[in-house]
């Protein structure tokens, strides 16, 4: 009974991707990483951070839970722009 139990786990699990991670970001990991990197590396600067496109909010949310368990929410105040029907050329 466990070797088929084991069995079928292993087929879930490598034909159906259960289990597999799933990635929801619109950017690569390296772009952000050089978010991150961009603002720990300017943390000490008294600015503003402005992200314009936001989309579906899943790079602001990660980046504002950066921003609040750095506590650098203090310093630099965190701007999410987004037009909702796309930039046009008319926004540039």
Not at 36 to 58: P, Q, S, T
Not at 61 to 88: C, G, V
Request: charged residues 25%.
């Amino acid at each position: 009974m466990k070797f088929v139990k084991e069995f079928l786990k292993k087929i879930a699990f490598r034909y159906l991707r259960l289990g597999a991670p799933s990635y929801n970001f619109n950017i690569e990991p390296i772009q952000l990483a050089c978010l991150v990197n961009e603002i720990e590396r300017l943390k000490d600067v008294d600015a503003c951070i402005c992200e314009i496109g936001v989309a579906r909010g899943l790079t602001t949310r990660f980046l504002a839970e950066h921003i609040t368990n750095q506590n650098i929410k203090d310093k630099n105040k965190y701007y999410a722009i987004d037009t909702f029907d796309s930039i046009i050329q008319s926004d540039l």
